[in-house]
């Protein structure tokens, strides 16, 4: 089964507004990573946060991770039209095979 | 550097026909996978490698055969195609020290079988 369920599955904001997609996992893990997929293309890597970080920025993108609950949270302030795309978050298990499993994704739109 | 490239694009195949789908990176990369994507399922690792000569199974490993016999090299082969296989399948490389490294992809390609 999967590491990472996604919530919301599809959220839908206007261009301005702030987006945040959630992410939670099942097993301890080294670091989760947020990728974003655009329509008919490969991943992308947005940011990876450790076990160790509570939050971590990256330009408008601010993620947190909570190691006790098993979650993490991806914000994307003042999104853009070209924000609009497939957001996964993907765990490196703990047991540092390598393995990087990614969880069901959630779909954000952005309207102008 | 290309990253991670991926060849077919797109492919038609019928029940019991075999192929490979290839994979090649130049990045050097230790770490090589495979992922299958499909609706609502997200991505599913079907095999990986930590390194050339060394192989191991993801999450969806059934109907699948992978080797690394090159850094560069990890492809990917169907050895009888069946309809449940329809899907998106993508590469993804990335270097092993301490596997703290993002994940490059490839474009993905997308297999029907009918």
């Known amino acids: 089964s999967q590491q990472g369920e996604e919530d919301p599955q599809a959220l839908s904001i206007q261009e301005g507004e702030n987006a945040t997609m959630n992410c939670s996992y099942k097993?301890?893990?080294?670091?989760l990573q947020w990728y974003r997929q655009n329509s008919g293309r490969g991943l992308v890597h947005l940011i990876l946060?450790?076990?160790?970080?509570r939050e971590k920025h990256s330009g408008r993108l601010r993620v947190t991770l909570d190691t006790s609950k098993k979650s993490s949270s991806l914000l994307i302030t003042a999104s853009r039209a070209a924000d609009t795309a497939s957001y996964f978050c993907?765990?490196?298990?703990?047991?540092?095979?390598?393995?990087?499993?990614f969880g069901q994704g959630t779909t954000l739109q952005v309207k102008p | 550097n290309a990253g991670v490239t991926q060849t077919p694009k797109f492919q038609v195949l019928k029940t019991g026909q075999s192929m490979t789908l290839q994979c090649a990176q130049d990045m050097n990369h230790e770490y090589m996978s495979w992922y299958r994507q499909d609706p609502g399922m997200g991505l599913r690792l079907i095999h990986y490698?930590?390194?050339?000569?060394?192989?191991d199974q993801g999450e969806v490993p059934n109907g699948y055969n992978v080797s690394r016999s090159t850094t560069e090299d990890f492809p990917l082969r169907l050895l009888s195609a069946a309809p449940s296989q329809t899907s998106v399948y993508f590469c993804?490389?990335?270097?092993?020290?301490?596997?703290?490294?993002?994940?490059?992809f490839g474009n993905g390609t997308r297999l029907t079988v009918t």
């Open positions: 490698s930590v390194g050339a000569g060394i192989t």
């Open positions: 993907a765990t490196d298990a703990r047991s540092n095979t390598g393995k990087l499993i």
């Open positions: 993804a490389s990335r270097t092993g020290q301490g596997f703290t490294s993002p994940l490059h």
């Open positions: 946060i450790r076990s160790n970080e």
């Open positions: 097993t301890s893990i080294n670091n």
